[in-house]
């Protein structure tokens, strides 16, 4: 298999691991996946529930969380390590500025369209240059109001876009009825978001 490019990122193996909450991809499975040369990914979802203080303070229980691994990630590998957070999070905010700071090489950005975290970085005051910013899509039509979105307000496009199809699991871009009849094949949703971002 050919290596993947993002930015200056050269990955080895082409497998960017998905991520998982409710602290099933932590720095365990991140850790292994990226010192095979893939990139391993934490999900931020409910990364703090194992914190004893998360039913009285979620947000502050999940930002420490993810900081401890990450933390503990890197002191596993030295290979590429991501952080996968969902838009739906009520903390997604706060989530994106401990990875920057953490200096995580990617942050994956679904459930949800992420229009404005250019411009939530650029204010944040954190160095974010590191971290490349990909987004996951369920339709070329989302990838293109991402990327003309963020060209026209933030001057700037993802480094990487993840498509994902009907048959994946998760928190999915389509309506119950489109699951229920005949799916689309992944291969024409790459086909189409590809010549859509392309120019
Ligand atoms: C238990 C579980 C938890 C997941 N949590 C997340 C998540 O926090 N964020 C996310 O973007 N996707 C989440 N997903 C979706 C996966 O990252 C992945 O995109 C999806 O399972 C499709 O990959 P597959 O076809 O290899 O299963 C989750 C999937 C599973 C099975």
């Given at each position: 298999?050919?290596?993947?490019?993002?930015?200056?990122?050269?990955?080895?193996?082409?497998?960017?691991?998905?991520?998982?909450?409710?602290?099933?991809?932590?720095?365990?499975?991140?850790?292994?996946?990226?010192?095979?040369?893939?990139?391993?990914?934490?999900?931020a979802?409910?990364?703090?529930?194992?914190?004893?203080?998360?039913?009285?303070?979620?947000?502050?229980?999940?930002?420490?969380?993810?900081?401890?691994?990450?933390?503990?990630?890197?002191?596993?590998?030295?290979?590429?390590?991501?952080?996968?957070i969902?838009?739906?999070?009520?903390?997604?905010?706060a989530l994106i500025?401990?990875?920057?700071?953490?200096?995580?090489?990617?942050?994956?950005?679904?459930?949800?369209?992420?229009?404005?975290?250019?411009?939530?970085?650029?204010?944040?005051?954190?160095?974010?240059?590191?971290?490349?910013?990909?987004?996951?899509?369920?339709?070329?039509?989302?990838?293109?109001?991402?990327?003309?979105?963020?060209?026209?307000?933030?001057?700037?496009?993802?480094?990487?876009?993840?498509?994902?199809?009907?048959?994946?699991?998760?928190?999915?871009?389509?309506?119950?009825?489109?699951?229920?009849?005949?799916?689309?094949?992944?291969?024409?949703?790459?086909?189409?978001?590809?010549?859509?971002?392309?120019?």
């Amino acid at each position: 298999m050919q290596s993947l490019r993002i930015g200056d990122m050269n990955i080895k193996l082409p497998i960017i691991q998905g991520g998982m909450g409710v602290a099933v991809s932590l720095s365990g499975l991140a850790s292994a996946v990226a010192n095979e040369g893939g990139v391993g990914v934490i999900s931020a979802a409910a990364i703090g529930m194992n914190e004893p203080d998360y039913m009285k303070n979620f947000p502050e229980a999940n930002k420490r969380a993810l900081r401890k691994q990450i933390r503990l990630a890197r002191g596993l590998t030295d290979g590429y390590l991501g952080v996968n957070i969902m838009m739906a999070l009520t903390d997604h905010e706060a989530l994106i500025k401990v990875a920057l700071e953490e200096k995580i090489d990617l942050i994956i950005m679904g459930a949800g369209l992420p229009l404005n975290i250019p411009a939530l970085i650029a204010g944040s005051g954190i160095d974010g240059s590191h971290t490349k910013l990909a987004v996951k899509v369920s339709s070329a039509k989302a990838a293109r109001l991402i990327f003309q979105y963020w060209a026209n307000k933030h001057n700037c496009i993802p480094d990487a876009v993840v498509v994902e199809g009907p048959l994946a699991g998760g928190h999915l871009g389509f309506r119950k009825d489109e699951l229920e009849k005949e799916p689309v094949p992944l291969e024409m949703l790459i086909r189409e978001t590809v010549s859509i971002i392309k120019p």
